[in-house]
């Protein structure tokens, strides 16, 4: 799909969305909305009743407990009611004051809720108290007192002839307050004879409290705080200021939408063929569009001309690292050459010629020098183990047969030369194909370290085996140098000489981890850890 025809799809799509949406709206809101105002006065009304009714429940509640409690009838009998009892339940119940009264209306108690002010008289002259209890067992009614309006609930107490219970509520500000959250309305006292207050009446709901004798005491007027239905017709003329915003929002998107699609996309190619430079075309590479494609051409580009570069410098570099590596190896070769041939042309022959010289004394020697011809013997002994272990050194030194034989014939020729100055068995365990990827600087330092491994186990350990290993460990190459002789503490003091400091140093210079594990009594274990590409 071409870009003219993408846009045009879209705009086309946008009008049309915009015009059903308007259409529907205006045929649909002024039905909803009036309805909805119809049912929500009929549910706030109920629902001003219920809540009205269910506060005026806890006082007849009380008063029917009250009166049935056994203890108070008992106490009643007894004519010793305690007044802090009554004050006491007064108090919890949030309730003004009661009273125990005959029946002929006469008070036996009176209480009020606050045990420091004077009980109040009852609520009715006891001939109208006793009137209205002949007619009616549980009545409930309003009076009349000097500290406001009251709310009376009347019970018979259980287990006596004719005593009862009066439970007055005191319908103050703080009541009022109390009714007014639990309902969400404004609540007022209004006289029976006072007409009708302002307002809309379909939102006002008025209950009538009456007196003893069922007449209009007073009037409870609730209105409702909020009218979300009024609220909700009061925004009717929002959908033209929708309309406003919808086109508003339309001409951004559409310029947004030429700059993402069009401009956006030819800048950022422009700009990276002349920058030279691939990382500006990574978010343009990701749309499947006709410029999406022309950017994963350029990348695609871009990146096989860096790949060539980097392998041209890796080469560079490779050749350079290569030839300073062989140089160092060679003269380091040199020196070990050089050094050797000192060894063998100097101390070798000296050596040799103080043990020919000893061996010269002995003819000189009278009967009865045994003891001077054995550690004449003795001393030909050391120099001729001194001269094989100087031997053997010059051969660690010399790396040429590293260039003439295999690795693993190398350590197989070194160890039969050892072999050769002390029976032992050995044993040979060499991958030759990791042999061939390693350096001759590392089959130098592995010969080497070879060497001294098996030289140790042998004067020192007395070993009569001798295994070395190189095989492959996951994606390294492990190199192994082990013996079954007395073994050592590496971590004493004195066993820490001139080899295991050897062995460090050979593994700092190889990038390898040396891992040393001996005891004494179960031999000792030499691992180095190459870290090799390997396929």
């Known amino acids: 799909m071409s870009i003219k025809t993408r846009m045009a799809v879209w705009l086309g799509t946008l009008l049309a969305v915009l015009l059903l949406a308007l259409a529907w709206h205006g045929q649909v809101a002024a039905v909803a909305l009036a309805r909805a105002r119809d049912a929500e006065q009929q549910a706030r009304t109920q629902l001003l009743g219920h809540w009205i009714d269910a506060a005026g429940r806890a006082l007849p509640r009380f008063t029917e407990e009250t009166a049935q409690d056994s203890e108070l009838g008992s106490r009643l009998a007894e004519a010793a009611v305690p007044a802090n009892l009554l004050v006491r339940r ?66 018979r107490i259980q287990g006596t002839a004719a005593a009862w219970l009066a439970v007055a509520r005191r319908w103050d500000d703080a009541h009022l ?3 007014a959250a639990l309902a969400e309305a404004r609540l007022a006292l209004r006289p029976a004879s006072a007409g009708p207050p302002p307002g809309d009446p379909a939102a006002r709901l008025e209950r009538v409290l009456p007196d003893w004798q069922g007449h209009p005491l007073r009037l409870l007027v609730a209105e409702a705080t909020a009218d979300p239905v009024a609220a909700e017709l009061a925004d009717a003329g929002r959908p033209v200021l929708i309309f406003l915003a919808f086109g508003l929002c339309l001409i951004g998107a559409t310029a947004a939408a030429l700059h993402r699609w069009v401009v956006h996309p030819l800048a950022c190619l422009g700009d ?84 020919m010289g000893l061996a010269g004394i002995r003819p000189l020697l009278q009967a009865g020098q045994e003891e001077i011809a054995a550690r004449l013997e003795q001393n030909r002994a050391l120099l001729n183990e001194t001269i094989h272990d100087v031997r053997n050194f010059i051969i660690g030194l010399e790396p040429e047969a590293l260039r003439l034989q295999t690795f693993s014939e190398a350590i197989s020729a070194l160890l039969e030369v050892m072999r050769s100055h002390r029976n032992f068995t ?12 390693l350096t001759l600087a590392q089959r130098v330092h592995a010969l080497q370290i070879t060497r001294e491994a098996t030289s140790n186990a042998l004067r020192h350990g007395t ?53 040393l594990d001996s005891a004494p009594g179960r031999g000792t274990r030499v691992r180095l850890l190459f870290s090799l590409l390997l396929p």
């Open 90 to 155: 007064l108090a919890e119940a949030g309730l003004h004051s009661l009273w125990v009264l005959r029946g002929d209306g006469t008070p036996i108690v009176a209480a009020a809720a606050d045990a420091t002010a004077t009980p109040p008289p009852p609520p009715l002259a006891p001939a109208d108290f006793a009137a209205l209890v002949r007619e009616t067992p549980a009545p409930r009614f309003f009076a009349e007192a000097p500290d406001g309006l009251l709310e009376v609930s009347v019970r």
């Open 177 to 179: 307050r109390q009714l």
């Open 272 to 355: 990276s063929l002349a920058a030279d430079d691939p990382s500006r075309l990574a978010p343009l590479a990701a749309d499947p569009g006709e410029f999406g494609r022309l950017a994963r051409l350029a990348r695609d580009s871009f990146e096989q001309r860096r790949l060539l570069r980097e392998e041209i410098a890796q080469r560079t570099r490779a050749q350079a690292a290569l030839a300073e590596s062989e140089a160092a190896l060679r003269r380091n070769l040199d020196e070990r050459a050089r050094l050797g041939r000192d060894l063998h042309d100097g101390v070798i022959q000296s050596l040799y010629a103080a043990g």
């Open 426 to 437: 050995p044993r040979v365990e060499i991958d030759d194909y990791l042999a061939r990827r």
């Open 463 to 515: 070993a009569d085996h001798v295994t070395v290993t190189l095989r492959r460990a996951g994606d390294f190459v492990e190199f192994e140098v082990v013996d079954d002789g007395r073994g050592f503490d590496p971590a004493a003091t004195a066993a820490r000489g001139s080899g295991l400091v050897g062995f460090e140093q050979r593994a700092r210079e190889l990038g390898a981890e040396l891992t």
